[in-house]
């Protein structure tokens, strides 16, 4: 090359400063800096120096003024044969670089996913054990094609008392230990109430719905009582069916099932003792049998009774109450304590532990979030 500068025309300066004597050794280099180019970054700083608005090569490209006119031509090839050489290398390198980057993170965050679960919130959160018999029991209702209803633990003393046919000064009003509210009932002045039992929600689902009805209302109640089997709030489960030829016969049979479902036993020994509800005639009261084998309880044998709930024939006023014909509709309904059950069923022996909110109760008594009580796979297996 530097024999055919002489070749110029006399007086044309030939091309020096800009123009590297050597396209050969500039090429080798920028090639050896792509190479040695560690990553992406450096590689676009490797570029950006040839190929940039102030790159090398670009500089190269804009001196072809300087080259004697019959040399542009193959100054022209030259360069851009470089720059197509220097591109492919980029692009190269590139594709090497993006694929060794995705070999490393793949590297990197390989997941084992036959790696047990680890103990998270699911493992360690526990279910209160009045969830869980919420649970079951509706479970077991819904199957039998109950549906559920629910009501407000404010109540009103007409739906608490009065449709229930416990009128004021009735003594049933008394044993209810109400807690009452300052406020009072917009249409009759009387002092709104904790609901006592869940039996109220009887008299909004027949007031907002037609028969045939079959009803659970599981919830919240409030009785001014404290001691080892009583606390201020607990828990029941209403239960109500009408229809046009509801008897005695589906009422017993109706809680036989449950008992035996719920206990998870083939027979159950139980007892339907006469009592007295207001809302009911006749009414009764229902025992389990059960005995204490050491300091477990087996339940649905035995000699001992415990009682679980209440129960009857809906009264002939409650259905005149809500308006319905005590001629064409009738039906029955119980009331049974929750967290009694859940006593008896899970051998705890005091329910103010239910309420203490004690993580050491809870994770001795409490149940894995994941184990969703079901007929199918079983209640509390
Ligand atoms: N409401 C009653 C109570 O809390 C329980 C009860 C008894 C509910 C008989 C009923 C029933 O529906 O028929 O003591």
Redesign the pocket.
């Known amino acids: 090359m530097a024999k055919a500068k002489p070749k110029s025309k006399a007086g044309v300066k030939a091309p020096t400063s800009a123009v590297p004597p050597d396209l050969g050794t500039l090429e080798a280099d920028i090639l050896a800096e792509i190479e040695r180019a560690a990553d992406l970054a450096a590689l676009d700083a490797v570029r950006v120096a040839a190929l940039g608005k102030k790159g090398r090569v670009s500089a190269l490209m804009r001196s072809i003024s300087e080259v004697p006119p019959e040399e542009r031509k193959a100054f022209g090839q030259a360069v851009n044969g470089l720059k197509a050489r220097i591109n492919a290398a980029l692009e190269a390198r590139k594709a090497a670089l993006a694929s060794a980057a995705l070999e490393a993170r793949l590297a990197r965050e390989r997941a084992d996913i036959t790696l047990p679960v680890r103990p998270g919130p699911l493992a360690e959160g526990r279910v209160h054990p009045v969830s869980q018999v919420m649970e079951e029991i509706t479970e077991i209702f819904a199957d039998m094609g109950f549906s559920i209803a629910e009501g407000p633990d404010i109540e009103t003393d007409e739906n608490n008392f009065t449709k229930l046919n416990i009128p004021p000064e009735h003594p049933a009003r008394q044993e209810h230990d109400t807690f009452y509210f300052n406020a009072r009932d917009g249409r009759d002045g009387a002092r709104l109430v904790l609901r006592?039992?869940?039996?109220p929600v009887?008299i909004r689902t027949m007031e907002s719905s037609e028969p045939p009805i079959r009803i659970i209302a599981p919830g919240r109640?409030y009785r001014c009582d404290s001691d080892q089997t009583h606390t201020p709030m607990f828990h029941?489960v209403?239960?109500?069916v009408i229809d046009t030829e509801t008897h005695m016969g589906h009422l017993k049979w109706c809680l036989e099932a449950f008992a035996k479902a719920f206990f998870e036993v083939d027979t159950v020994k139980m007892r339907f003792r006469a009592s007295h509800?207001p809302?009911?005639e006749p009414?009764m009261e229902v025992d389990i049998g059960y005995s204490k084998v050491g300091d477990a309880l087996r339940i649905g044998e035995g000699d001992d009774w415990m009682e679980i709930?209440?129960?009857?024939m809906?009264h002939p006023n409650v259905l005149r109450n809500v308006g319905y014909d005590p001629e064409v509709h009738q039906g029955?309904?119980?009331?049974v304590g929750i967290d009694r059950l859940a006593m008896l069923k899970y051998g705890m022996a005091d329910l103010r532990a239910f309420f203490a909110a004690d993580l050491r109760w809870l994770a001795h008594y409490g149940f894995p979030p994941l184990d969703v009580p079901s007929l199918a796979r079983g209640l509390s297996s």
């Open positions: 006592t039992h869940t039996s009887q109640v029941q209403e239960g109500l509800f809302f009911t009414s709930l209440g129960c009857g809906v029955f309904a119980f009331g």
